[in-house]
């Protein structure tokens, strides 16, 4: 068990911490230890049916010895409800369109089986709505609401070996019915002094019978585990919580909180809580557009940037203001889009863009670098497989990764995927008309 695990059942609005099963059951140790004198229970399982017989042996008035004669009485132990524990999964990141799902594993700190109602409440942040939330068994085959475990304790001290199988002798329950306490072949895990062990099977032949003891068999997990009179034996199950985002009206991360209360169904105990942040990553593009005289070189303003698109000229400098130029020179636009760091990954990314009045576009310069560092050249046709076309009156480019011109026409190509962090780039060159 993690820290924030065991923190979890002291949380600030829960400040009782379960009193050690040890000492919940002292009392009822003392009626154990009077009926089974064999075995000084510190614990008792729920359901074992204590009973107490008195005999009476005498003599008739002629010094006859008589039979003796017995009564008896019987007390079935109660459940004792305790707080279950409850594991606290790391919180997650998703983009909108993907559901995440966050496991957790509850576990039984009763003497016997008691049922855990399972209570999920969602908050989101201002700029998303519609989340949803859901409780699902381990399998996801159904949603479900509450959870029943099982539980008992050890009778009798020993050592659960390694490897093999081990046997564990524990009180009988009221009921011959293949399971000790709802401890039953096919439960999930079994906890006993923190290790987690597979069930292997269980002799309740004795269920029913007073004072008697059921055995339960456990598959070895590689450490020999020492077992004392009383130490509780608890199931563990599984059980999934699943956010699903809703729709996001930012382009800022947005949050979905949720609190999960877990409580035993008799409400005896403080609830345990366990809180989920889920971050709801959104795609965060910025655009940059610069130009370049790439026939007469002149400083321009505003911003710049210096690459090599690939075009033969080598390094350009590029602005955002500021560029002149005459009739006949060629200049070169460069598009540049980010996604921020940390936002979720834009798809069918397509850059269009019109080849400017009074211009000419330059047959063959299309470049793009789709956020690899490395800028390759589309050709100028709409059915290239490649990542851009144009017809020379407007320029599209499917910018990203994976983007195509294959579509139904031009202009109805398919636009790549950008990451978050991740930059593309596209360029071409038109002529100043003369």
């Known amino acids: 068990m993690n820290v924030k695990e065991r923190s979890n059942i002291i949380k600030a609005h829960h400040t009782r911490r379960p009193k050690p099963w040890r000492t919940i059951f002292g009392a009822l140790a003392l009626v154990a230890a009077v009926a089974l004198p064999q075995v000084a229970l510190a614990t008792t399982g729920a359901n074992h049916i204590i009973r107490n017989t008195v005999t009476v042996s005498y003599d008739n008035t002629s010094g006859t010895p008589q039979s003796a004669i017995t009564a008896s ?22 983009d909108p369109a993907t559901t995440v799902i966050y496991s957790y594993t509850i576990t039984s700190q ?19 709505s519609g989340s949803t939330v859901t409780i699902r068994d381990e399998t996801d085959t159904s949603t479900i609401s509450t959870t029943t475990l099982g539980a008992t304790s050890v009778a009798v001290a020993g050592v659960i070996a390694a490897s093999g199988t081990t046997d564990i002798i524990v009180p009988a329950d009221s009921s011959n019915n293949g399971q000790v306490n709802g401890i039953h ?4 895990t079994i906890i ?34 020492p077992i ?39 409400a005896v105990q403080p609830v345990v809580n366990d ?17 370049a005289n790439v026939t007469s070189p002149v400083v321009g303003g505003g911003s710049t940037i210096t690459l090599d698109s690939g075009g ?85 480019i499917y910018a990203g990764s994976g983007g195509t011109d294959n579509g139904p026409g031009f202009g109805n190509g398919v636009g790549g995927s950008l990451a978050g962090g991740v930059t593309t780039y596209g360029s071409f060159k038109v002529s100043i008309d003369n």
């Open 185 to 188: 072949v096919g439960s999930s």
């Open 110 to 128: 009763a003497n016997g089986q008691d049922t855990y109602n399972l209570i999920a409440a969602i908050t989101e942040s201002a700029n998303i």
């Open 275 to 291: 809180q989920t942040i889920t971050t709801v990553t959104v795609a965060s593009l910025t655009v940059t557009k610069y130009v």
């Open 73 to 94: 009485v019987d007390v079935i132990v109660n459940l004792v409800a305790a707080q279950a524990i409850l594991s606290a999964p790391v919180d997650q990141s998703t």
């Open 228 to 266: 004392a009179v009383g130490d509780q034996v608890g199931e563990r199950h599984i059980f999934l919580v699943k956010v699903t985002p809703g729709t996001v009206t930012s382009t800022i991360n947005q949050t979905i909180t949720v609190d999960l209360d877990v409580q035993d169904s008799s």
């Open 312 to 396: 033969g000229a080598g390094s350009i400098t590029y602005y955002t203001s500021g560029v002149t130029g005459n009739p006949g020179d060629t200049l070169e636009y460069l598009i540049e889009v980010s996604n921020a760091v940390g936002g979720s990954t834009a798809t069918d990314l397509v850059l269009s863009d019109p080849v400017p009045a009074f211009t000419t576009y330059t047959a063959g310069s299309m470049r793009l670098d789709p956020g690899t560092g490395v800028f390759v050249g589309p050709a100028d046709g709409d059915t290239d497989n490649d990542g851009g076309e144009t017809n020379g009156t407007a320029v599209y």
């Open 192 to 225: 006993i002094n923190g290790q987690e062990f597979s069930l292997a099977s269980i002799d309740d032949s004795n269920g029913g019978v007073a004072s008697a003891t059921s055995i339960i068999t456990v598959n070895g997990n590689g450490v020999a585990t």
